[in-house]
């Protein structure tokens, strides 16, 4: 099946940018997702990107989208201490009516 | 308000008891998920339904059983809990998963401690 892996974890100063990475191994998949957890909540959608996309850019989230590597990537520029949180990468597969979701890589931020 | 609604918010239950946990969702959304989310194991997927008297087992089903006689509701329950299964729960709710921007829709989790 569908397997989806980031890193664990990445460590910024407020104010640098944020790369947060991500590979998927269906190649047909058609939309692919960023979801943010903070502490204590679900997870939200942040942003999505459509396949036949190579970037997508929301204020300061830009999705990256490499499709014969497939990888998948989200900048988040001038990173504050409120984007502390954990970020999802999830890809759908059409076939199975689901989407698979990445363990998860937890963001700090530091003062 | 629409939206998606997990109940209780927190549940400690002792080993051997059964216990539901419940999920309503006001967007009419055709599927439902549930995971569970675990420190080190991300987000694994228990049971889905894709719409009513329709249910499909994920990654890790055993020890849970599912039932959806209403798009609306869909309820996971326990049977025998076990310390194992201490963790946090998350429904989730998706149109058209796979065809679409929207994604899923969670709810806010339900944490379930089992001594």
Redesign the interface.
């Known amino acids: 099946g569908e397997d989806v892996e980031q890193s664990l974890f990445l460590s910024v100063r407020e104010g640098d940018s944020s790369v947060i990475n991500c590979t998927y191994t269906d190649s047909s998949s058609?939309?692919l997702?960023w979801?943010k957890q903070e502490p204590?909540?679900?997870?939200?959608?942040l942003t999505?990107i459509?396949s036949n996309m190579d970037m997508k850019q929301d204020q300061r989230l830009t999705v990256l989208l490499n499709k014969k590597d497939k990888h998948l990537s989200l900048r988040i520029a001038d990173t504050q201490t409120g984007d502390s949180a954990i970020y999802?990468c999830?890809v759908?597969?059409?076939?199975?009516?689901?989407?698979t979701?990445?363990?998860?890589t937890t963001l700090t931020v530091k003062p | 308000d629409a939206g998606i609604t997990q109940s209780p918010r927190y549940k400690i239950t002792e080993t051997g008891r059964q216990v539901t946990l419940m999920c309503h969702q006001t967007w009419s959304h055709s599927?439902m998920?549930w995971y569970r989310q675990d420190l080190?194991?991300?987000?694994r997927?228990i049971y889905?339904s894709?719409a009513a008297d329709i249910t499909d087992k994920g990654e890790v089903p055993d020890g849970y059983v599912v039932s959806r006689s209403k798009t609306e509701n869909f309820p996971l329950t326990l049977e025998s809990a076990t310390r194992s299964q201490t963790s946090v729960y998350?429904c989730?709710s998706?149109d058209r998963?796979?065809?679409?921007?929207?994604?899923?829709?969670?709810?806010?989790?339900t944490r379930l401690t089992v001594v």
């Open positions: 058609t939309y997702y979801y204590g909540a679900g997870l939200q959608l999505y459509f999802f999830a759908d597969n059409t076939n199975a009516g689901k989407s979701f990445g363990d998860g | 599927y998920f080190g194991h991300g987000l997927l889905y894709a998350f989730a998706s998963p796979g065809q679409g921007a929207d994604g899923y829709t969670f709810g806010s989790g």
